[in-house]
C-alpha cells in the first residue's frame, strides 16, 4: 500500500495494546521492558501518560512520558523497524511534546544510550539539547546515560484537553 493512503493515529495505550507494545519493545531495545513493567505504568502511575501511534490501526510504536508538575520525562520511545526512517518517530515524539505542553509542561528531559546516535539525532532536531551524562546508568551494559532537556514552548499548543 503507498504510505500515503495510510490512517495515521495517536490515542491513549490501553492495557489491551500490550501484546503489540511488547512486540515493538522486543524488536527495540537491548533490555526490553517486561510485561509488567508497562501493566504498572498504565495502571498504577498517577503521573504516567503512554501514548501509541497506529498505522492502519495496527499498534506500531508508543512513548511513554511522566508529568510531575511542570517538567515532563520521556521514559520510552520506539517505532517497530518495519516503519522506521519515515518520519514516525519524529511525528511521535512531537506529538507527545504538544500534549505535554497542554498538560502544563514547559520544559522536558529524556535519558538517552551515549552509542544510540540515531535516537540523539531524533531529538537533536526536536530542540533537545545534552546536559549531562549519568555514568554507567545502563544495567546491562554499564552503559553511560546522555540527558538531554528541551524548553517547550507555547507557539502550538493552544487547545484540545486530555486526561
Ligand atoms: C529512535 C527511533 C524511535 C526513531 O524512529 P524513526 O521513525 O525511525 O525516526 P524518523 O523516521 O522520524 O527520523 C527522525 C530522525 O531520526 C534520525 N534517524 C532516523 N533513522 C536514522 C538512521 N537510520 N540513521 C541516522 N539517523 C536516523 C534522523 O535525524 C531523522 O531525521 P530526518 O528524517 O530529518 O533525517 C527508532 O529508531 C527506534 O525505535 N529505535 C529503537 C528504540 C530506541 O532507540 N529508542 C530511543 C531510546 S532513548
Known amino acids: 500500500m503507498n504510505h500515503k493512503e495510510e490512517k495515521i493515529a495517536f490515542r491513549p495505550m490501553e492495557v489491551s495494546d500490550l501484546p503489540q507494545i511488547l512486540e515493538v519493545e522486543m524488536n527495540s531495545f537491548s533490555a526490553p521492558w517486561p510485561k509488567q513493567a508497562f501493566y504498572n505504568e498504565l495502571v498504577r502511575n498517577q503521573f504516567a501518560r503512554y501514548t501509541v501511534l497506529t498505522v492502519n490501526d495496527k499498534v506500531v510504536g508508543y512513548c511513554g512520558l511522566w508529568i510531575i508538575l511542570d517538567e515532563a520525562h520521556i521514559t520510552n520511545i520506539a517505532i517497530h523497524p518495519d516503519y522506521r526512517g519515515r518520519g514516525l518517530g519524529k511525528a511521535t515524539l512531537t506529538y507527545v511534546m504538544e ?65
Open 99 to 163: 500534549m505535554a505542553k497542554m498538560l502544563g509542561a514547559t520544559k522536558m528531559t529524556l535519558e538517552v544510550r551515549v552509542s544510540n546516535h540515531i535516537a540523539q539525532s531524533l531529538y537533536k532536531k526536536l530542540g533537545f539539547v545534552p546536559s549531562g551524562i549519568r555514568p554507567k546508568y545502563y544495567s546491562d551494559n554499564q552503559e553511560d546515560a546522555l540527558i538531554m532537556w528541551v524548553t517547550l514552548n507555547d507557539t502550538k499548543a493552544k487547545s484540545g484537553t486530555w486526561d
